[in-house]
């Protein structure tokens, strides 16, 4: 049996993020704090047990030693509707670096444009987890660099495969940083990766936790992008400690990404100010207002407890 009490909440999402209307997660305290547990409700129990040793990690062991009291983090929109822009760039105060997830050049052009009319100086990161061929990847960021030059931060996992990203590299001259080639392989040689990227992203929850991310890190040696994966304050909490306590951080972190929920936990979230981020602990005051259906609550608790049996 799971040896904490679960309080698991429903969180609406912002314009279908990830394509859901509301983000499940369950929260616990622990010795040590507060703590999220919220691997994606489609996810296996193998892939969600990563995400538990994580939650478990940061309510029983103290956090690591912060190197920093803040952290710079990015705006990050998903692939939106050109008019929602301004809007949503509006939650992310002070960032001047605007992750931006895209299909393609042709239409996705617009979504940087409209960001450029409100902060003239972006640096855009673009991601495509996966979604291009080798040609597409080419054709698409060749489009890009002309258009905005100068302007392209790195594009993220433009390509699954590793021989593509290799090749990608070899021929047109844009910083390349692996996520999905990180958290998807993580029994795989990783040290590999410095010969087809430049940047490293590293979640909290999908790495397995602070040690874990530490290893990976100490594995990469690459420049690291600490980000998030929809999680509330507290899941974002530990990803902050987790980026405070790296001292070879790449740039700004995607911990912003509380803006793309409709409320949160608490009610002193953490959300960017003048493009800083406070690293500091959450006590979620807020849980009763979001909390599920005993349905939904029960279908929690089953699933941690199959979970917990099978990593302990
Ligand atoms: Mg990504």
Sequence with gaps: MFPFQLKVVSIP??????????????????????????????????ESATWLKAA???????????VRNEVEVNATLPNMKVD???????????CTTVKVKVNDFINDQFLLQEVLRKIPGAKFRLDVNGGWNLEEAIANLRNYLQEFPGQIDYVE?????????????????????????????????????????DVAIIKWAPSGGFLSAFE?????????????????????????????????????CGLATTALLEADVTSKPL???????????IVPDLIEEFKVLPARQSWWQDRVNEIYAEVS
């Design 13 to 46: 999402v912002k314009y279908n993020f990830r394509q859901i209307k509301n983000r499940e997660i369950a929260l616990f305290e622990g010795p040590e704090g507060w703590s999220e547990f919220s691997p994606f409700i489609e996810y296996n129990n193998k």
């Design 216 to 252: 990976v890190i100490e594995k990469i040696q690459l420049p690291v992008v600490i980000s998030s994966a929809l999680d509330s304050s507290v899941g974002i909490s530990h990803g902050l400690s987790l980026a405070a306590s790296i001292p070879n951080l790449y740039g700004p």
């Design 56 to 66: 478990l990690e940061s309510a029983t062991k103290p956090a690591p030693k912060p």
């Design 157 to 197: 996992q433009p390509c699954l495969d590793i021989a593509d990203l290799k090749s990608l590299r070899q021929t047109v001259k844009i910083p390349i940083a692996v996520d999905e080639s990180i958290r998807k392989y993580l029994g795989s040689d990783l040290t590999r990766l410095k010969e087809v990227a």
């Design 84 to 94: 929602q822009v301004s809007t949503l760039l509006a939650s992310f105060n002070g």
């Design 271 to 281: 959300i960017a100010e003048n493009g800083y981020i406070k690293n500091r602990r």
